[in-house]
């Protein structure tokens, strides 16, 4: 059996914090890819997937564990590898020829170098672009200068963090063709391409092997091995097929099947969405009869299918949607409180967050303080402690959103001093 040309050994990532905790980003992974192959790290959002990708090439040092390229232990960033970024981080100042040029090793001859960069300049279509500017060139375009950076230096493998996010769907399409090409062709030395991708039908359609990270903290939740034939026909049963077993996969992770009387027993982390992006998921469920399956939903709010996600299960956590399966649903509350006026809706909110536990501690945690009046700091203490794997500022951010909505808790960010409205409470 051939050496893998990725191994992952017991890998975690932890960050102190400035209160002297730590937080999980990833925790324990393990994976092993072989050579010649197309993975995904299929996630949602704030799972570590980006962390992850960066340790692989080196540019990031994990906590714990080991990378190792073709059996050997990866000591640095790794110069068999090279990185498509998601918002292009092309040099405004320079043209497309300069900026692919930045990516040349320099340990090859004057007259060769230039040879190598008119060869990847042909490959990705770029000729008779070479003087532009960026400024000058569309979203797909500024991504084949960002993959003709990444190939002019011979990679083995291809990273790509979010590579197509930032397009519009076709020219999406048409650089995801492209990409597999170049692939498929060995173009530039290239053996193997690495995705980070929150799309699931990207996943399938690009990847033999799919890594799924579980979040808080990003863990392998499981390991697909795609045997879908290429080329693949995204409108085949079983295209449809794979992508629905992905999507349980997932979504068991992140929307799991929890009883509801279970949901407000225990203090627990709550999704970092607005009031606003909650009743704007809300509004579209409305207008498509009350019911959605989640990935439509996310198409519809034109969010990542991880953000939908967190604002489905922040609208479940009020009661105003339930989430049987994959589908997003109206119920009767939550339908009440879209017909209702401003200060209805007010009313029904501060209601339903008075039952969550983390927002139900930090206006205790008001409330018997001197004055009815707490820091941001100490507030961000008080989370830290409670919940040492979350982001405190975030969180911190997520309950006075709410809290200010239902008018339960008043924040002065001059003096970012958190108190308590008592009327209300």
Known sequence: MSTPIITLKNVSMRYKMPEGNYFTALENINFSLESGKIAAILGPSGCGKSTLLRIITGLLKPSEGEVYYKGELQKGVNDKMSMVFQNFALFPWKTVKENIELGLKGDEEPEKQEKIVEHIIDVVGLEGFEDVYPKELSGGMKQRVGIARALVSNPEVLCMDEPFSALDALTSENLREEVLDFWSEGAAGLSNILIVTHNIQEAVYMADEIFILASNPGSIKAIYHNTLPFPRD????????????????????????????????????????????????????????????????????????????????????????????????????????????????????????????????????????????????????????????????????????????????????????????????
């Open 234 to 425: 995204q409108k085949s049963a079983e295209f449809f097929k794979t992508v629905d077993i992905i999507y349980n996969i997932l979504t068991q992770n992140i929307m799991p099947e929890v009883p509801r009387s279970s949901m407000y027993d225990r203090i627990a982390p709550i999704p970092m969405v607005s009031v606003s992006e909650i009743i704007g998921l809300l509004e579209v469920l409305d207008d498509n009869k009350g019911r959605l399956e989640i990935f439509e939903l996310s198409e519809h709010i034109k969010r990542d299918f991880g953000k939908t996600i967190s604002i489905a299960l922040a609208a479940e956590m009020l009661g105003f949607v339930e989430t049987p399966h994959h589908d997003v649903i109206f119920t009767t509350l939550g339908k009440k409180f879209l017909e209702s006026d401003v200060n209805e809706r007010k009313i029904i909110f501060k209601e339903q967050i008075l039952k969550i536990p983390l927002i139900r501690a930090v206006i205790d945690l008001v409330k018997n303080s001197e004055d009815n009046v707490i820091t941001r700091e100490e507030c961000e203490d008080f989370l830290m402690e409670k919940l040492p794997n979350e982001r405190p500022d975030e969180l911190f951010e997520t309950i006075v959103n709410f809290a200010l909505y239902a008018e339960v808790l008043d924040y002065d960010s001059r003096d970012e001093e958190l108190s308590l409205i008592t009327e209300n409470v």
